[in-house]
């Protein structure tokens, strides 16, 4: 089992209001799963992503990621995990605007301490998979959205993470573009990748073998795709 | 992550922001600035008055009877009531103190009067009566001709060496070696000529005349104070020296036990330790206020650090996310931190530089940087952008990750 969610809640509390996001989450995950998460807005679906990836813990639960017990990490530790287990896709990029396309996939790498040359190969490899062989130098500015998706796609891949999460990744894209975006998870997920993807559209969730259904924090429905 | 790609990130970070960034600068630019000028201005001052001063050989030192530099005017009479130093007291040192290798006497006059046919020169010669160890215990040379010999003093002969002023002044168009110059009456003929020196405080150092020392006794009597000069052997042997020559001439003049020497001794140095007294202060001074306008710079990095993390909020939130782990978010901002203030320094070095140059090219002072200040001035910018960035790049490190993501 790659991911174990098991009663996963997340609480925010803003001033003396408590705001329940998540209300007792459970979720398996198998490697090579292609899993699409929808729900309305508000039902908690950034908020599971963002805990699956390390960016934010639980109030309270244990989340087991490849065995290990993610819930009683310490910041450094949640960092390496961030590093080398998991790639992560921003619906708006999260992109270093002053930077190539080719140092913003370099990125994860420069703090594993792989060295600069085998880095910039890495990185181009992962570019040329993304079909952005010849933007590598442009800034993302230089560059349009469905473009700049790829090159954080290619930066979330680069380190061979176990699973490549994606939050809304065409969210900010035409249908068109959003189409090829997808046309590369389903590359990705053919060649061995974890993918979980949260997306609005129902027919980007048919993409994937499997989707859940949020609402109000807590799994609706959670149904195999064919 | 390496240290290559902090400082490369570091530089880029200036880049983005060079008027920002040079306007916090300033304040390390104007301490830097400050502290260089100020040493070169100083250390020139030094060596210039040292070259000026300089006026006894290398390893020598002089005995005489008053202090080079007499700062309270109730003090005259106490060295005025000094008993005279004698030929004797040269003797006696040449004769006990073994460290030295050449001791010699010499006896002045600060107004002598030359003439040469219907030439005369003003009355402000400096005459020296002198023994043969005078041309090198006073870091002379001859240019032409020779030096005033043994056998000269011995058989009192009425020989002179004149200097270069006197020579332009009594011998315009003839050659002075051989002919015959009179002072007091007297005549002396010129078997040499002193290699020019140039001034010292504006003053010139070639209007002066030397001969046998008894010829000046015989001008002038008996009853003056005369200067001792001592070479030690080797530059090594000079405290020897100094030592052995206090010894004989407190035991010549009776100084009892306990009692001050009633004579003094002066070397090249005892000028420039009197400099080096006063501009003590004077750089204590100049480093006070260099060190509280890098404190104000220090004060302004932080500032702009601060502003520069909250900027860039975004960006922590996304080195974050792809695996940056505190310590390198910390050592991101601090050695931007350190490189901008290092930046500030060079800037201020090359400044300071700068005005060095300018003062050794518009002025007489041979202004110039010693290496250490350099080197010193850059550790203590790193030191204040390590100081003052450790508090903006603790909270860069602090971020959560989520929080600095959707920070807008
Ligand atoms: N930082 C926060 N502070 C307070 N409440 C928050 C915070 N982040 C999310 N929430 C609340 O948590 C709930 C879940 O938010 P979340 O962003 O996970 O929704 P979502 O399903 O991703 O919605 P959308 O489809 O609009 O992106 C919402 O009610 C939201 O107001
Ligand atoms: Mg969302």
């Given at each position: 089992m790659l991911i174990k969610l098991e009663k996963i809640e997340k609480i925010y509390e803003i001033g003396t209001v408590q705001v329940p996001a998540l209300r007792g989450i459970n979720l398996n995950v198998e490697k090579n799963e292609y899993i699409a998460i929808m729900g309305p807005s508000g039902s908690g679906k950034s908020t599971l992503m963002n805990i699956i990836g390390c960016l934010d813990t639980p109030s309270s639960g244990d989340y087991l990621l490849n065995q290990h017990n993610?819930?009683?990490?310490d910041d450094d530790q949640l960092a390496e995990i961030r590093n080398r287990e998991i790639g992560f896709v921003f619906q708006t990029f999260?992109?270093?605007?002053?930077?190539?396309a080719l140092h913003n996939v370099e990125l994860p790498m420069i703090y594993n301490g792989t060295p600069a040359a085998g880095r910039r190969k890495m990185a181009e490899e992962a570019l040329e998979k993304v079909g952005l062989a010849d933007r590598m130098h442009h800034k993302p500015n230089e560059l349009s959205g469905g473009q700049r998706q790829r090159v954080a796609i290619a930066r979330a891949l680069v380190n061979r993470p176990s699973i490549i999460l994606a939050d809304?990744?065409?969210?900010?894209?035409?249908s068109r573009t959003g189409d090829e975006i997808m046309e590369i998870f389903e590359g990705l997920h053919e060649q061995g990748n974890t993918i979980i993807l949260v997306t609005h559209e129902e027919y980007i969730a048919e993409h994937s073998n499997r989707i859940i259904r949020l609402r109000d924090g807590m799994v609706e429905r959670d149904e195999s795709v064919h | 992550m390496v240290l290559t790609d902090t400082f490369h990130l570091a530089l880029s970070a200036f880049r983005s922001n060079k008027m920002r960034s040079l306007l916090t600068l300033l304040g390390i630019i104007i301490g830097v600035m400050t502290i260089i000028a100020m040493q070169s201005l100083i250390t020139g001052l030094r060596k210039s008055i040292n070259e000026q001063v300089s006026?006894?050989?290398?390893?020598v030192f002089q005995v005489q009877k008053f202090p080079a530099i007499n700062m309270g005017p109730h003090d005259h009479d106490k060295y005025r009531n000094r008993k005279d130093i004698t030929y004797a007291d040269a003797l006696a040192v040449r004769e006990r103190?073994?460290?030295?290798k050449a001791v010699g006497a010499e006896v002045w006059n600060w107004g002598a009067e030359l003439r040469y046919k219907d030439r005369k020169t003003l009355p402000n010669i400096q005459l020296a009566g002198v023994t043969p160890e005078f041309l090198e215990n006073n870091g002379l040379e001859i240019a032409e001709g020779r030096f005033i010999t043994a056998e000269d003093v011995d058989l009192n002969v009425a020989v002179t060496v004149i200097g270069a002023d006197v020579v332009d002044k009594l011998f315009p168009f003839e050659d002075p070696l051989g002919k015959d110059i009179k002072l007091m009456g007297r005549r002396f003929e010129v078997v040499g000529i002193f290699e020019k020196k140039g001034s010292a405080f504006g003053q010139s150092q070639d209007n002066r005349i030397a001969i046998p020392f008894f010829q000046f006794t015989r001008l002038y009597g008996k009853e003056r104070s005369i200067n001792i000069t001592v070479q030690a052997a080797t530059p090594a042997l000079v405290e020897t020296a100094t030592e052995q020559t206090i010894g004989v001439m407190r035991t010549q003049r009776k100084v009892k036990p306990g009692i001050e020497n009633d004579f003094e001794i002066y070397s090249n140095e005892t000028i420039t330790g009197f400099f080096d007294n006063i501009t003590k202060y004077v750089r204590i001074v100049a480093i006070a206020i260099a060190s509280i306008s890098l404190l104000v710079a220090g004060v302004g990095i932080m500032n702009i650090m601060l502003v520069s993390v909250t900027e860039r909020t975004r960006e922590i939130g996304i080195r974050k996310s792809v695996g940056a782990k505190r310590s390198d978010i910390l050592w991101q901002f601090l050695i931007e931190a350190i490189v901008l203030s290092e930046l500030g320094g060079l800037i201020g070095i090359m400044l300071g530089l700068g005005i060095g140059k300018l003062v050794d090219a518009l002025t007489p002072i041979p202004a110039a940087v010693p290496v250490w200040t350099v080197f010193l001035g850059l550790i203590f910018c790193s030191f204040v952008g390590l100081v003052f960035g450790v508090y903006p790049a603790l909270k860069a490190a602090r971020m959560d990750p989520i929080t600095a993501l959707r920070y807008e």
């Open positions: 993610v819930s009683t990490m999260n992109l270093l605007p002053r930077a190539s809304e990744p065409t969210g900010n894209l035409d | 006026s006894l050989g290398s390893s103190v073994t460290a030295a």
